[in-house]
């Protein structure tokens, strides 16, 4: 189960409506509790992400765990991604990429970016949950960085 002294918020960026109803099930499964914040599109998640200052200043102090698909109907999750690691707020945020592609280039780039974890869908249960699992172990024994 993920706990920790803060409690983390999970956004999830996924605009299969299946494969966001799947994440969460797993999610759920493994234990996890905490609050899931859903969008479809990556406009959508940017302007929650950065705030109304496109700074990302509003989550200073919350810890988030972002679940991001790279194939979004208005842009893809690297160009998310990006904008996350190029803001001194979201930085050092917690990303799990969730995605159908598992070309070794794209991967890479992923991890280049800054990305925590890549898991290719369709997902293998045991590994999706092991990865939340650890997800979990490692937010109850460690400091996650806060948006600062």
């Known amino acids: 189960m993920v706990t920790s002294a803060r ?3 999970i956004v ?3 605009d299969d409506e299946g494969h966001a109803r799947l994440i969460e099930k797993n999610i759920r499964r493994a234990g996890v509790t905490n ?3 859903a969008f479809v599109n990556g406009t959508e998640a940017l302007s929650f992400l950065l705030g109304s200052d496109g700074t990302g200043s509003e989550h200073i102090g919350q ?3 972002v679940l991001l698909d790279l194939n979004l109907p208005d ?3 690297m160009d998310i991604l990006a904008r996350m690691r ?3 707020h979201l930085n050092a945020t917690m990303v799990i990429i969730l995605t159908t592609t598992d070309d070794p280039r794209e991967v890479h780039r992923c991890y280049d970016l800054g990305a925590n974890v890549y898991i290719p869908k369709p997902m ?3 590994r999706f949950v092991n990865a939340i699992q650890q997800l979990g172990l490692f937010l109850s024994v460690m ?3 806060e948006a600062r």
């Open 75 to 77: 842009m893809t999750g």
């Open 12 to 14: 999830m960026i996924e």
């Open 143 to 145: 400091a996650v960085p």
């Open 63 to 65: 810890t988030i765990l």
């Open 86 to 88: 190029g803001s001194a």
């Open 35 to 37: 609050d899931i914040v």
């Open 7 to 9: 409690a983390v918020k």
């Open 124 to 126: 293998q249960y045991e």
